[in-house]
């Protein structure tokens, strides 16, 4: 039924590009012309309508596939099941659910600029649903993650273990779900805007008519976005400052050692039978190097396509004169959905392994394998 409708969207699309007249041409064109602050804007742009649509289309694909490629991953493989990768899995549940209802809203744009959705519009209030709360949720599992590898790196084991118990491992995934959904649907239902299908963007968000719509707006960038860029941008500083100053330690003991086998390289000089064995302090300070230089890597990637994908939407939001930005930013912001997977489990050597094996349909090769891989197994052997 949805490719039905967007294929009839694209040709009532295109069939009314071609054959509108200039004054129709005029009119569909009126974009951040329309008033000096925007606040007239529709977003009836048709060649930009269907760029937005067709990229939403692609980022719902490929997030479909890379999230689920991370979950069955994590699903099969018994190595995969760290601490880490619970915020990990999470991570991906919410990219997947938001690149699911992602072609609803490509319905939107696709369609010809109308007031009303083109289907029932409980589909596009639940679609917006989804989006805000699943929205929030990555925000703030990203903040869960940067928060784990800060303990992961500067505490023991032992207190690593004891803060991430499997209690307080389901309460601040449950809290990471919850509160998003309730920023998303308590303020709508206390008359604070209203969920639903908004003609000026052509898009399942939120009633953009309402009286109170930009409040609903600003509500949410002030609870779903400060905290947890806040909480990622202090982690991601202080992981790398004590990297930085482990390294420099790391250095100063290699003086030393340098230092000592020196003065041992003397001493046995006198003794032609005794058997120096020499360290490789040069192997240790390019192995050392090599870590950090790929630490650093990882940690600019997150942060920064992060910083890129989530801060002009959350900006804009609270700036109800950017209006005309809304549609394109909101796209960079859903570009979001496709990429983490690839940061945060692409990078890591365990999960490649396992993605490879299971493209390749090498699931028996699978190390340390699920007992749900190895029942199926014996249960296909027979």
């Known amino acids: 039924m949805a490719s039905n409708v967007l294929t009839s969207s694209i040709l009532q699309t295109v069939s009314t590009t071609m054959h509108s007249s200039p004054s129709d041409s005029d009119s569909l064109n009126t974009t951040m012309h329309s008033s000096p602050g925007g606040r007239d804007f529709v977003f009836d742009n048709i060649p930009e309508r269907l760029t937005i649509g067709i990229i939403t289309l692609i980022i719902?694909?490929?997030?479909?596939?890379?999230?689920?490629?991370?979950?069955?991953?994590?699903?099969?493989?018994?190595?995969?099941r760290t601490i880490t990768n619970v915020f990990v899995v999470?991570?991906?549940?919410?990219?997947?659910?938001t690149c699911m209802v992602l072609p609803w809203n490509a319905v939107g744009v696709l369609y010809p600029p109308?007031?009303?959705?083109?289907?029932?519009?409980?589909?596009?209030?639940?679609?917006?649903?989804?989006?805000?709360?699943?929205?929030?949720c990555s925000v703030y599992t990203l903040a869960a993650i940067s928060i784990n590898r800060y303990f992961l790196i500067t505490r023991q084991s032992k207190r690593y273990r004891a803060f991430y118990s499997r209690t307080k491992m389901a309460t601040i995934v449950t809290v990471v779900w919850i509160w998003p959904l309730l920023v998303a649907l308590v303020p709508p239902l206390c008359g604070l805007g209203e969920?639903?299908?908004t003609a000026k963007y052509s898009s399942c968000t939120h009633d953009t008519s309402h009286p109170l719509s930009d409040y609903y707006s600003m509500l949410q960038a002030a609870l779903l976005f400060p905290v947890p860029l806040t909480i990622i941008v202090v982690c991601y500083v202080k992981v790398f400052l004590h990297l930085k100053s482990h390294h420099r330690n790391m250095k100063d003991q290699v003086n030393r050692e340098v230092s000592e086998n020196a003065s041992v390289s003397q001493a046995s000089l006198s003794n032609r039978h005794s058997v120096v064995v020499y360290p490789t302090p040069?192997?240790?300070?390019?192995?050392?190097?090599?870590?950090?230089v790929e630490i650093t890597k990882n940690l600019f990637y997150v942060v920064v396509v992060f910083l890129i994908c989530i801060l002009p939407y959350g900006i804009c939001l609270?700036?109800?004169?950017?209006?005309?930005?809304?549609?394109?930013?909101a796209t960079i912001f859903l570009l979001n959905s496709c990429l983490n997977w690839m940061i945060y489990a692409t990078k890591h050597p365990h999960f490649k392994t396992v993605y490879r094996l299971i493209l390749n349909c090498q699931c028996a090769k699978i190390p340390e394998q699920s007992a749900f891989l190895r029942s199926f197994r014996s249960t296909f052997a027979r």
């Open 318 to 329: 609270m700036i109800p004169p950017s209006d005309p930005l809304i549609p394109w930013v």
């Open 114 to 136: 109308s007031d009303e959705y083109p289907l029932p519009d409980m589909i596009c209030k639940f679609a917006a649903l989804v989006l805000y709360t699943c929205a929030g």
């Open 90 to 97: 999470n991570l991906a549940v919410a990219d997947l659910l």
């Open 282 to 292: 040069t192997e240790k300070r390019k192995q050392l190097s090599r870590r950090q």
């Open 60 to 80: 719902s694909m490929v997030g479909i596939f890379g999230n689920s490629l991370t979950i069955f991953a994590v699903f099969l493989s018994r190595k995969l």
């Open 195 to 197: 969920l639903g299908f």
